[in-house]
C-alpha cells in the first residue's frame, strides 16, 4: 500500500494481511526508488528465481521501468509485461473484477462511516 505521507507509520497497516508492504510518498503515486520495494517484496513472496520465473504485469508508469527495479527483474528471473498507457482498466482483469467492486464498497463503507460521524474527517488513519 502506498500512502499519500511523507514517512510511513508502521500502525497504517493495523488489520492488514500479514506480510503487506507499506510504503509512503508525499504524493501518493509511486515512484521509482518504492518501486524496486515493491519488486524485492514481490520477489520475497514469489520465490522468483532462475528455477522458478514470474510474470509481473505493470501498467507502463515510468516508477515501473526504471533501470535498478528492471535490473532487479532481470537478476531473479521476472518477466516484467507492461501493458499500453492509458489501457489499464480494459487490459488487466483484475481492475474489473477486483479493483472496481473494492473501490464500490469502499466508497459505501466511507459513506456510512461519514454519516454515522457527522463532523469529523475520514483520514488515511480511520481506513
Given amino acids: 500500500m502506498d500512502f499519500p505521507r511523507v514517512h510511513f ?3 497504517m497497516l493495523l488489520g492488514a494481511p500479514m506480510g503487506t508492504l507499506g510504503l509512503a510518498h ?3 503515486w509511486m515512484t521509482a526508488e518504492n518501486f524496486v520495494h515493491v519488486m524485492v517484496h514481490f520477489i ?7 528455477t522458478r ?9 515510468e ?5 535498478e527495479a528492471i ?4 537478476a531473479n528471473d521476472v518477466h516484467i509485461l507492461t501493458v499500453p498507457p ?3 482498466h480494459m487490459m488487466q482483469p483484475l481492475d474489473v473484477g ?8 469502499y466508497n459505501a463503507s466511507v459513506d456510512t462511516w461519514m454519516s454515522e460521524h457527522p463532523g469529523h474527517r475520514f483520514t488515511v488513519y480511520n481506513v
Avoid at 535490473?71 to 532481470?74: D, R, V, Y
Avoid at 477486483?98 to 464498497?105: E, G
Wanted: a positive charge.
Fill in 98 to 105: 477486483v479493483m472496481k467492486p473494492f473501490q464500490t464498497y
Fill in 9 to 11: 507509520k508502521e500502525f
Fill in 71 to 74: 535490473n532487479l527483474a532481470k
Fill in 26 to 28: 508525499s504524493s501518493g
Fill in 86 to 88: 492509458h489501457s489499464t
Fill in 63 to 67: 516508477s515501473h521501468t526504471s533501470v
Fill in 44 to 50: 520475497k513472496f514469489s520465490y522468483s528465481s532462475f
Fill in 53 to 61: 520465473q514470474t510474470l509481473l504485469i505493470c501498467d507502463n508508469h
